[in-house]
């Protein structure tokens, strides 16, 4: 199935989301990094959850990631994703510390499979999916 021709809803963006989605457009995994802990933070955010500051800038991350868990899709919430199914949708832990949910490009899920972001056209939006590290 290629992923480009799914007429799917596309992510909400809005101020704070705004550069994500813009890097993920150029290719860049990015992420905000605290410039007062150092720790970074997906989602989006104004105050650093580790600190409360809101010194939060916007890094190139490595787009490294574990997978946590995972579930295979069979039956969308969105019809527009049926073409696609069966998917797996899962949790990553990046390298970088933070979560994110997000579509995993692997034959055979399995936990903690090392992952790379790999930018993926997804009706007509730029997502960045997980696939296995090569
Ligand atoms: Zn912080």
């Not at 650093?48 to 490294?64: N, V």
Request: charged share 15%; proline share 11%; glycine share 6%.
């Amino acid at each position: 199935m290629n992923l480009a021709e799914l007429k799917v809803p596309g992510p909400t963006r809005t101020a704070l989301t705004a550069p994500f989605w813009a890097a993920a457009a150029e290719g860049r995994f990015t992420l905000q990094h605290c410039a007062d802990c150092a720790r970074w933070v997906f989602y989006p955010r104004q105050l650093c959850p580790h600190c409360w500051s809101p010194r939060l800038q916007w890094r190139d991350a490595s787009g490294r990631a574990q997978l946590e868990t995972w579930s295979v899709i069979h039956r969308p919430g969105h019809p527009g994703w049926a073409p696609a199914a069966p998917y797996a949708i899962g949790i990553v832990r990046l390298a970088e510390g933070p979560t994110m949910l997000s579509h995993i490009l692997a034959a055979e899920p399995r936990l903690h499979l090392p992952l790379q972001v790999r930018f993926t056209q997804v009706g007509a939006e730029v997502l960045p999916c997980f696939e296995p590290l090569t």
